[in-house]
């Protein structure tokens, strides 16, 4: 359910980022990128909230990101002669990057929410 949640919000907070973007329009192409990108954000730490609420925080961030990279960066990466044919950077790269930053943190402060036994809910 957390990746549901996290898809769900990415793709609501990309067409608003993308309206502020465009100047009251939207791109189907921040909306295309931006679907995928909560559930590639929150992938490797989906199976440790037991909460919804970080779910939409991080969903909301990954629409957000991939948005804002996809309208500001794409236009200068033939300048740096980079190639991003498909916005693969701006949906698996740089999201991914930040959802192993959040998946670290989580990791770490684990054991301020299970307490000291998280053996019993983790035990791999």
Known sequence: MNTIYALWTSVTFSIW???????GKF???HIINATLAGGVMIAASANLFTIIYPSFIIGALAGIWSTISFNFFAPCFPKWKLYD???????????????GIISSIVIATIKDHYGSSTEKYFPY
């Not at 980022?17 to 100047?23: E, G, I």
């Open 27 to 29: 791109s189907v192409d």
């Open 17 to 23: 980022t993308s309206k502020l973007c465009k100047l």
């Open 85 to 99: 044919i498909r916005g693969v950077m701006h949906l698996h790269g740089t999201v991914g990057i930040f959802g």
